[in-house]
């Protein structure tokens, strides 16, 4: 199998991904709202220019003059449609300008222009000699590769410059993702630009593979990501101002200690300072913080560090990290075993209560409880 069957292969792979990606996010049961529609639609418009591509690599085309020369500029729609997406995952879509209807125009209008190229040369070209639409085409290219890199640049400005723009939603997710894909989309953007030169100095289509196979792989991987983190984002938001309420949220049930022990650390005192750590940290949420440090806490609390481990060491029988994550979990079980909760993401449950990952909410919770949080959720 050669490179170029092995990229037709991942194409028409990527297309069927892309259409199923479609199907199963507009299907879902929660509300679809303009970010992800914006996402669909860079999906979808990637996956019709992949199958328009594959269909031409493949001579699966009309014998009609007007099909076989009808390349629709698919792609210069991508860009605007991630552009839009990002924007409306930000929460800065009112704040930045909105470049949808200006690609729009610029997509008819191609898609005229080329329609008159074709009617010309099938009408008065002798031999229908398509030398005229081949120059056209790459005209085209080369104003939508300009195009993108303007809003690849802007984008770029937003994530990485404009700080006091995205403040709000860096409060729920650090935009890694967001951030890697640029970076790598620099890498798919250079090699457009060097496809266009090789393509217009050799005429050789090949120097596209590599910018088709790696745009493709790239673009459709961030959807994904972008996917399942607006979907994170928007969970957590929506529990945070649950939190904000007090609903659903874990009480101090303190209980007296025994402070009848051969350990003489044990007594009244020591107990009721522990029981003053455990209420300040449980009514101020504090263990939602997953900053949130012994040393600080200790501080607030005018108590030297040492003797606040001792504390928590003695009287919760955990050390401070188990004593928190303790908590944490305790949390996250009200809000899985909670029905008007059963629509959130069990990873924005866990991030909300205080955990910086996935991987340690899980560890957390099925050290304390035994089983995953989804197991734990399937019981209610």
Request: net charge positive.
């Amino acid at each position: 199998m050669g490179i170029k069957s092995i990229i037709d292969f991942f194409l028409i792979a990527g297309v069927i991904q892309g259409f199923g990606f479609n199907l199963v996010t507009l299907c879902v049961k929660k509300k679809i709202n303009k970010a992800i529609i914006f996402l669909n639609f860079t999906v979808l418009f990637i996956s019709l220019n992949n199958l328009q591509r594959w269909l031409i690599n493949k001579d699966i085309i009309c014998e009609l003059f007007l099909i076989q020369q009808l390349e629709v500029p698919w792609y210069v729609l991508i860009f605007p449609m991630f552009y839009a997406f990002t924007t409306h995952f930000l929460r800065i879509q009112d704040r930045v300008n909105d470049f949808i209807k200006v690609t729009i125009a610029i997509f008819i209008i191609e898609l005229v222009i080329r329609l008159v190229l074709i009617s010309y040369v099938y009408y008065n070209v002798p031999g229908k000699d398509n030398a005229l639409i081949e120059f056209y085409t790459r005209i085209e290219e080369i104003v939508n590769l300009l195009y993108c890199i303007f809003l690849f640049i802007t984008t770029c400005v937003i994530v990485f410059k404009k700080h006091q723009l995205i403040s709000y939603i860096s409060s729920f997710d650090d935009l890694n993702w967001l951030k890697w894909f640029i970076k790598l989309g620099v890498i798919v953007i250079a090699s457009w630009i060097l496809a266009v030169i090789i393509k217009s100095i050799t005429g050789n289509e090949d120097a596209y593979m590599f910018l088709r196979l790696s745009s493709s792989l790239l673009i459709y991987w961030i959807c994904y990501q972008g996917f399942f983190k607006y979907n994170v984002v928007r969970d957590r938001i929506s529990l945070r101002s649950t939190i904000a309420s007090d609903k659903v949220m874990i009480d101090d049930e303190t209980k007296s200690g025994n402070t009848e022990s051969d350990d003489d650390f044990f007594n009244a005192k020591h107990q009721s300072d522990f029981n003053k750590i455990k209420a300040h940290i449980i009514k101020g949420k504090l263990y939602l913080d997953p900053l949130l440090s012994m040393e600080g806490l200790a501080t607030e609390l005018g108590m030297s560090k040492s003797y606040f481990s001792k504390l928590i060491n003695s009287y919760s029988e955990y050390n401070f990290s188990d004593f928190i994550n303790s908590l944490r979990v305790k949390q996250a079980k009200k809000f899985l075993s909670d029905s008007d909760f059963s629509q959130y993401t069990i990873v924005a449950i866990g991030l909300e209560c205080g955990f910086n990952s996935k991987s340690t909410f899980y560890s957390a919770f099925k050290k304390f409880t035994s089983v995953t949080p989804t197991v734990y959720r399937e019981k209610f």
